[in-house]
Each structure stands twice: as C-alpha cells, then as structure tokens.
C-alpha cells in the first residue's frame, strides 16, 4: 500500500546549527501532513501540521515545508538545541478520513 | 484534563493468555485509535473509533479487538497472546486537526 517514509533514519546535528528532516510521500490523495516529535519512553507529541494549500507553515523554532509536485515533506528545526534529540515522524491522511499513516521516523541526536 | 490515559504502564504475558489495555481521554473526542509501535518502523494502525457505539480495523488487526461504548474509553483486546504481538502500544484521540497521544503500554509476550 502507499505509505509515507523519511529520507534518512538518522542525523546528528551539532547544537546551534539548523536541522532538516525529510519525508517523502506516495499516497497523491494526501492533503494532510503532521509532524511529531517522540523522546524516549514517551508518546509522539504533535510538533506542526500543514494542508496541501499551503507550502510552507512556520512555528516557534520550527518550519514544515511541502512540495506537493515531488511529494516532499520537511522540517526544519532552527538553533537547535539538546532538547530537541528524539524520533521525528511525518504523518499523513486525507481530507474527511481522520486515519494518519506514519513513516517510520528519523533519529535527531544533538552533540554538544 | 489528563489528556490520554494508558494503564497498564508494562505487562508481560505468557503465549496463549488474554488481556484488556485500557484507554482513557477526557477531551470528549469522537475519534480514537490504537496503534503499535516495532523498533525501527513507524506506527501502524490497529483499530479505530470514529464515535460510541462504532469501531472499524486499521492496518494490522488480526489478533486484537476493540469496543467503544463511551466516549471516553477503547480498551484493546488480545484474545491470545503471540510472541509477535511484542510491542509497544499507544492509544491516541483526536480532533481534525490534532492527535493526542497516550505514554504507551509496552507489552511483551513470551
């Protein structure tokens, strides 16, 4: 089936410094996109959205920006900081269907 | 508001015994879900609820039953337990804009 899935299942990012995280998506019918961020022993917890009318959202520190001609999806984490080391997942679905499909998450470490 | 509650935190079971988790959210939400969690994939969808009283399978339902008849709570059933259902399991509800995640029951099957 069609399924949404990261680029890459790991990044370490030096502390201050911006990081990216990509996704990419195959399900065309998708008009609806989340981020989540999971620490440790923890549930996911929603970080931004975004719907197809929209290429790009901004929240604090944070930025999701959506490609829908290449079916691409990223975050961006500004100043990053030793909080933000987690797994970060993108998450999908469409209009007037509440089920996400998630891909299966990228792994921020932060280095001092 | 306690959001999305899970219980139990941890459980072990032996192949072949039964078990109810329990889920809670006092948000009054329509929508709740229940998914599990392998290491190094995603989460996928086991079962969900779009209101009381309705209930429908998600992408891995074989071996798990759900019910729905409050608001508040889905419970999830294993009706006998498999080494393969060793996961962990979150329970989420939501509005249309967004999902809230219960801590997770981290299940092992021997």
């Known amino acids: 089936g069609e399924s949404v899935g990261l680029h890459l299942p790991t990044l370490s990012v030096q502390e201050g410094d911006n990081s990216i995280i990509n996704c990419a998506y195959s399900?065309?019918?998708?008009?609806?996109f989340i981020w989540y961020k999971q620490e440790s022993g923890k549930g996911p917890q929603f970080i931004i959205d975004i719907r197809s009318n929209m290429d790009k959202r901004q929240g604090q520190r944070v930025t999701v920006l959506l490609n829908k001609t290449v079916k691409h999806l990223s975050l961006q984490i500004a100043a990053t900081q030793p909080g933000d080391s987690a797994v970060y997942f993108c998450a999908e679905s469409r209009s007037n269907d509440y089920k996400l499909s998630f891909g299966a998450g990228t792994t921020v470490t932060v280095r001092a | 508001n306690a959001g999305v509650t899970q219980t139990p935190k941890f459980q072990v079971l032996k192949t072949g015994q039964s078990m109810t988790l329990q889920c809670a959210q006092d948000m009054n939400h329509e929508y709740m879900s229940w998914y599990r969690q392998d290491p190094g994939m995603g989460l996928r969808l086991i079962h969900y609820?779009?209101?009381?009283?309705?209930?429908d399978q998600g992408e891995v339902p074989n071996g798990y039953n759900v019910s729905r008849s409050t608001t508040e709570d889905f419970p999830l059933r294993l009706l006998s337990a498999a080494p393969s259902q060793t996961s962990v399991y979150f329970c989420a509800s939501r509005t249309r804009d967004t999902q809230y995640f219960g801590p997770g029951t981290r299940l092992t099957v021997l």
């Open positions: 399900n065309s019918a998708s008009d609806y």
């Open positions: 609820s779009v209101g009381a009283g309705i209930t």
